[in-house]
Nanobody, 130 residues
Framework: VQLQASGGGLVQPGGSLTLSCTAS????????IGWFRQAPGREREGVSG????????YYADSVKGRFTISRDNARNTVYLQMDNLKPDDTAVYYC????????????????????????WGQGTQVTVSS
């Protein structure tokens, strides 16, 4: 079972994109969901996440104030609204589910401990360039 990330593309600096994370055959709302990115030659980075229960969210410092994560449970989709994009945001973006459960998912994202995140899928390319 894999998640599907979509919505990437080429955008100019200062522009916006909305990424979508969907799944078929199972519900996303019972899992904390994270968005991650990996640029060429760089390690995978946890960008943002949202809990399964209370709607709490996590944002990496590099995207705070510019990215917004949300859920639409009726559509079984998690979104990442990305505004004021910068060239440093260029990367392949992935979404993944936290299989460990509980409330430690945000701290694990902050520590780049992705070992209990899974169902990564193929990702979607975001390129920010003029």
């Amino acid at each position: 079972v894999q998640l599907q990330a979509s919505g990437g593309g080429l955008v100019q600096p200062g522009g916006s994109l909305t990424l979508s994370c969907t799944a078929s055959g199972f519900r996303l709302d019972v899992y904390a969901i994270g968005w991650f990115r990996q640029a060429p030659g760089r390690e995978r980075e946890g960008v943002s996440g949202i809990s399964s229960s209370d709607g709490s969210t996590y944002y990496a410092d590099s995207v705070k104030g510019r990215f917004t994560i949300s859920r639409d449970n009726a559509r079984n989709t998690v979104y990442l609204q990305m505004d004021n994009l910068k060239p440093d945001d260029t990367a392949v973006y992935y979404c993944a589910m936290d299989f460990r459960g509980g409330t430690s998912w945000a701290s694990r994202m902050y520590l780049n401990d992705f070992s209990d995140f899974g169902s990564w899928g193929q990702g979607t390319q975001v390129t920010v360039s003029s």
